[in-house]
């Protein structure tokens, strides 16, 4: 049964850095794309950043384009989201999801595309 579990988040504080893990299990990292959503108290899902685990291709949403990194290790079916510089604005619960169906490209920040999510892993960053 395929499942993602999240991990790393916490609190830190602004300018500081978090990197979260999302290890998966029931599939294999190399054939499917994995992307990082969050959603902050009162907004909606925003797709944060996703990589294509065929070729490595990364997408980034413009709000944590030279901040956030997003890596995979396929050896032990995880991927990473190394997040530097980190905001107030950042404070969400954050999440990986992943679809059998989900061909990586230009929809990959759409929540409706993704079937199999984490339970989420909170960050918050504050003073």
């Known amino acids: 049964q395929l499942q993602l579990v999240e991990s790393g988040g916490g609190l830190v504080q602004p300018g500081g850095s978090l990197t979260l893990s999302c290890t998966a299990s029931?599939?294999?990292?190399?054939?499917?794309?994995i992307t990082w959503f969050r959603q902050a108290p009162g907004k909606e899902r925003e797709g944060v950043s996703c990589?294509?685990?065929?070729?490595?291709?990364?997408a980034y949403a413009d709000s944590v384009k030279g901040r956030f990194t997003i890596s995979k290790d396929n050896a032990k079916n995880m991927v990473y989201l190394q997040m530097n510089s980190l905001k107030p604005e950042d404070t969400a619960v954050y999440y990986c999801?992943?679809?059998?169906?989900?061909?990586?490209?230009?929809?990959?920040?759409?929540?409706?595309?993704?079937?199999?999510w984490g339970q989420g892993t909170q960050v918050t960053v504050s003073s």
């Open positions: 999801a992943t679809s059998s169906r989900f061909i990586y490209g230009s929809n990959w920040y759409l929540p409706i595309v993704y079937d199999d």
């Open positions: 029931g599939f294999t990292l190399n054939t499917d794309a």
């Open positions: 990589i294509n685990s065929r070729d490595g291709s990364r």
